[in-house]
């Protein structure tokens, strides 16, 4: 079943979102212990604004566990998004003007795809992405996206096989993604 992240029940939301975004995760933490990612993102997920909140994540649940997720938002909210990280950054002494560009204009950011291992092949992904395609076109966008990393082909050819084609390169956390755009 899939519902709506609540502030007050974040259990393995945290776990799923580490398991999916690596390296990226101690950019937005400004941490580099697991522990102490782990406990920054539980901040951002209770927040009501940022690109990690309670509010842009919808879950999986199984029997009443949480064993995916999926982050979506607004590409033009990204800016008012990201205020939030930035002013905890700087609390920590990392001072940046913004973080590196994930999406483009008018996009309805597909953020983060995760469903623990043991979940995986059972089709929870690609609902996911069904449900947030209907979201979308709810909220009157034509397109969505998402980023995959160029050494993570067994996600390309999932996200090639229900529609998403490759747009551009971009570069995050020094990584380089693939930009995928699905029309609606």
């Not at 690109?51 to 008012?80: C, M």
């Not at 291992?117 to 992405?129: T, Y």
Request: with cysteine; hydrophobic share 40%.
């Amino acid at each position: 079943m899939i519902k709506q992240a609540q502030k007050h029940n974040i259990t393995n939301i945290s776990t799923l979102i580490l398991n999916a975004i690596h390296d990226i995760a101690n950019t937005l933490s400004g941490e580099n212990k697991k522990t102490k990612i782990l406990e920054t993102l539980d901040k951002y997920i209770t927040m009501d604004i940022n690109r990690l909140s309670y509010k842009n994540i919808w879950i999986y649940e199984i029997q009443d566990k949480t064993v995916g997720l999926i982050i979506a938002y607004s590409s033009n909210d990204v800016k008012k998004l990201d205020e939030p990280i930035l002013k905890h950054l700087a609390s920590k002494n990392i001072f940046i003007d913004s973080l590196d560009k994930e999406c483009f204009e008018n996009e309805f950011y597909i953020d983060t795809v995760s469903v623990f291992e043991e979940f995986q092949g059972k089709g929870i992904a690609k609902e996911l992405f069904s449900f947030i395609e209907k979201k979308a076109k709810e909220l009157g966008f034509e397109k969505v996206s998402l980023l995959v990393d160029l050494k993570n082909p067994k996600a390309l050819a999932l996200y090639e096989k229900i529609g998403f084609q490759k747009n551009t390169i971009l570069e995050v956390s020094k990584h380089q993604y693939h930009h995928m755009i699905k029309m609606l």
